[in-house]
Each structure stands twice: as C-alpha cells, then as structure tokens.
C-alpha cells in the first residue's frame, strides 16, 4: 500500500530512501551485536538487496496482488531447496500446508489476479525465489557467527547506494505523502520487521515454518484496506483468510507436538 501511494517516485527512488532509512535503523538497533562480515554475509546481503528491488520493481510494474502473490511462492523454494542447502527433513505435512497456504491465499484475488506486466510478474516471482533462499541461509551454520542482522544493514545500504543517483534526482519532486510512505516503509515495514523475523529464525523457527506464518502478512492486506480505507474485503478472502489462519494453527500444532514427542526432545 505505501510503495502505491509513493505516487511521485519510481521503483529505484522508493528503493533508495526505504533502504536507506532500513540500513540506518537496523544499525542503530542492532550496532552492539557487532558489525562484522565475511564472504558468506556478503553473499547474503547481495541476495537480500536483490528480494528486496525485485519486489519494489514488481510492486510498481504490476499489481499489488500479482507481487504478493508471486513474492508468497518462498515456501515453495524453501519446501524444495532445504534438505539440501540446510539439511532439513522433508515432510509431507509440510506439502500439504504450503498447498493449502497458496490455496488460501488465491481466493484472496479471485477476479484480481490478471496476467499484468510481465516483467513486472518476473520481477516478483525471482523476489520469491530470492527471499526463499535468503531464509534458508539465515540458518546455514556459517551465519551463525554473525550478527543476524548484518546481511539487513549492508544489503541495505548497498540498495542505497546503487540507487543513490535516482534518490538524489527525487528530492526536488517528491512530496509529503512521499517522504512519509518511504519513512514508513524503511524503518517499520523493512527496518523493525526484519529484525524482529531473523530473531525468530536465529532463535529456532524452521525457515519453512517462518515463511508460512508470514503468510499473515498478504492476510492483512485486505485488512488494513478495510481499516483506512473502507472497502470490504470479498467473501472470497475472508474464506482463503480463514483457510491460512486455520492451516497455520494445526501446522503449528503440530510441528509443536511432533517436535516435543521426538526421541531426542
């Protein structure tokens, strides 16, 4: 909703001040657990600015719900790519959640959903390759001696600093709504929920289970639309949200269950 209602700037202006207020914010945050990096953080933090344009690209050269819809396809890649990249176990209970998910999550856009740009469309559905891969390597045992958050703050900055001639041509242009959208957008949206979503995978959630519950997040979409701007949601997104919220509690359950019933718990 914000990067649409950064009317007056493009994708690599919104790029430029959302990361640079990202970076700013995270740093200041997080600064004391350290600031160091190797050639595996680098790796990630090129990974991590590429999800990130990518999805601004999408947002800004397609619609909204092609862009969620396609960025909330990491599950798919994580489901996939995890047993060899991190070495986790595939389950089959896992398959049925992540389709369930996408089920859910496709009523949402029922008559919205259009074939769009379609670079706009490419662009979102590598942001979902990319942000499936970037959780995954948050947990690669070659992160752990990192500060969790450095990938966030150098990925950032570099965005911001690729970008920074466009964020220059756009101060004499932008507008109040403008400023706010980005502020908005780099120090809550970027900023905050960044680190708040890599102390949850640090601190032990499966990079799986961590991209399902952020289904949550297309979830509000019609939430907040509702709440700031008075239009109600379809009787088909209350019905895919109620199937999100309802696949995301039994998954949890029973990841929760399982987990303190194995041998070695």
Same mark, same amino acid.
């Given at each position: 909703?914000?990067?649409?209602?950064?009317?007056n700037l493009d994708a690599y202006q919104v790029t430029f001040f959302r990361s640079l207020l990202a970076g700013i914010t995270v740093l200041i945050l997080t600064r004391k657990d350290g600031l160091k990096i190797n050639a595996f953080g680098i790796m990630c933090s090129v990974i991590?600015?590429?999800? =990130?344009?990518?999805?601004?690209?999408?947002?800004?050269?397609?619609?909204?719900?092609?862009?969620?819809?396609?960025?909330?396809?990491?599950?798919?890649?994580?489901?996939? =790519?995890?047993?060899?990249?991190?070495?986790?176990?595939?389950?089959? #209970?896992?398959?049925?959640?992540? &389709?369930?998910?996408?089920?859910?999550?496709?009523?949402?856009?029922?008559?919205?959903?259009?074939?769009?740009?379609?670079q706009g469309n490419i662009a979102a559905l590598g942001s979902g390759i990319?942000?499936? =891969?970037? &959780?995954?390597?948050? #947990?690669?045992?070659?992160?752990?001696?990192?500060?969790?958050?450095?990938?966030? &703050?150098?990925?950032?900055?570099?965005?911001?600093?690729?970008?920074?001639?466009?964020?220059?041509?756009?101060?004499?242009?932008?507008?109040?709504?403008?400023?706010?959208?980005?502020?908005?957008?780099?120090?809550?949206?970027?900023? &905050?929920?960044?680190?708040?979503?890599?102390?949850?995978v640090r601190g032990g959630t499966r990079p799986l289970d961590a991209s399902i519950i952020g289904f949550i997040e297309p979830l509000l979409n019609p939430v907040w639309v509702f709440l700031f701007v008075g239009e109600r949601p379809s009787n088909w997104a209350i019905l895919g949200g109620a199937i999100i919220i309802a696949t995301i509690i039994v998954h949890t359950f029973v990841q929760y269950k399982s987990a303190n019933t194995s041998p070695s718990a």
């Open positions: 909703m914000f990067i649409k209602l950064a009317t991590y600015a590429t999800l =990130l344009f990518l999805f601004v690209w999408a947002t800004k050269h397609t619609t909204a719900a092609n862009a969620i819809f396609l960025q909330y396809t990491a599950p798919i890649y994580i489901l996939i =790519l995890a047993p060899f990249v991190i070495g986790e176990k595939f389950h089959w #209970r896992d398959l049925v959640t992540v &389709i369930f998910c996408l089920a859910g999550m496709s009523l949402f856009f029922v008559g919205d959903l259009t074939i769009g740009d379609i990319f942000l499936g =891969l970037y &959780i995954m390597l948050l #947990r690669h045992p070659k992160a752990m001696g990192m500060n969790g958050t450095i990938t966030v &703050i150098y990925g950032n900055f570099l965005l911001a600093l690729l970008t920074l001639p466009s964020g220059i041509a756009a101060i004499p242009t932008a507008g109040m709504m403008d400023y706010v959208a980005v502020a908005f957008l780099g120090i809550f949206q970027i900023g &905050i929920s960044y680190i708040l979503f890599i102390k949850g």
